[in-house]
């Protein structure tokens, strides 16, 4: 099993652009969620998903969107990004109940300029 | 909503040295707790989990974390730290119901190990 993935590792916009950050789990995980890591502020979960079709907001969900359109895919979009974007994004699955271990992508470095 | 606090963002211990890092919770009932420790540039790994029963639990790496209900805490210990340790260390929440549980996250506590 691959596990989590993620791609881009590392990617750079400038202010306004827009992109897809990619996130696939081989694992048949119903739940997937993506969190951003800023310095001193732990991960804040933007959006999540119970399964194909189900979304919805977490702590952050402003300037991204999401779909769920297999149980293996997840992307989250930057429609418009802005320096405060700026962050190292990670998607996350799991099996559906509290008591799963929620598994963890590499993680995606992006700086908007 | 639930919340977690870490209160150190910095430790430094030396190599061999005991190891306690703090995370106290704050949920109504007991939640689901867990200990995640990330090294520089990589994801989150999974150390130990909490849901009930014997309070003591055993995580990988030598790890372990005591869940003391009386005082909303789930201080992870280790008896002698090795340099590779030397890692940031969260600690999360989950609550303990439906199928969409989330999890929240503390701010983390960056371990430094002096050799």
């Known amino acids: 099993n691959a596990g989590v993935t993620q791609t881009p590792k590392f990617q750079v916009l400038k202010t306004g652009q827009s992109m897809t950050l990619q996130c696939a789990q081989d694992?048949?995980?119903?739940?997937m969620s993506w969190y951003r890591q800023d310095p001193g502020m732990g991960l804040r979960l933007i959006h999540y998903?119970?399964?194909?079709?189900?979304?919805d907001q977490g702590e952050v969900p402003n300037g991204y969107n999401v779909s769920r359109s297999t149980t293996e895919d997840f992307p989250l979009r930057l429609l418009s990004a802005a320096p405060s974007q700026t962050s190292v994004y990670f998607c996350?699955?799991?099996?559906?109940?509290?008591?799963?271990?929620?598994?963890f992508g590499p993680g995606t470095r992006l700086t908007v300029l | 909503a639930q919340s977690v606090t870490q209160p150190d963002i910095h430790i430094t211990v030396s190599e061999g040295a005991s190891l306690e890092l703090r995370c106290n919770y704050s949920?109504?009932?007991?939640?689901?707790l867990f200990w995640y420790v990330q090294s520089p540039g990589q994801g989150l790994q999974l150390l130990l989990k909490?849901?009930?029963?014997?309070?003591l639990v055993q995580g990988i790496k030598g790890f372990e974390a005591e869940f003391k209900r009386s005082q909303s805490s789930f201080n992870l210990r280790k008896p002698s730290v090795h340099w590779s340790d030397a890692a940031e260390y969260f600690c999360?929440?989950?609550?303990?119901?439906?199928?969409?549980?989330?999890?929240?996250f503390g701010t983390g506590t960056r371990l430094q190990v002096t050799l």
């Open positions: 998903s119970v399964g194909a079709g189900i979304t």
């Open positions: 999360a929440v989950g609550l303990n119901t439906g199928t969409a549980s989330k999890l929240t």
């Open positions: 996350a699955s799991r099996k559906i109940g509290g008591r799963s271990e929620q598994f």
């Open positions: 694992m048949n995980h119903e739940y």
């Open positions: 949920y109504g009932a007991t939640p689901y």
């Open positions: 909490y849901f009930s029963g014997d309070t």
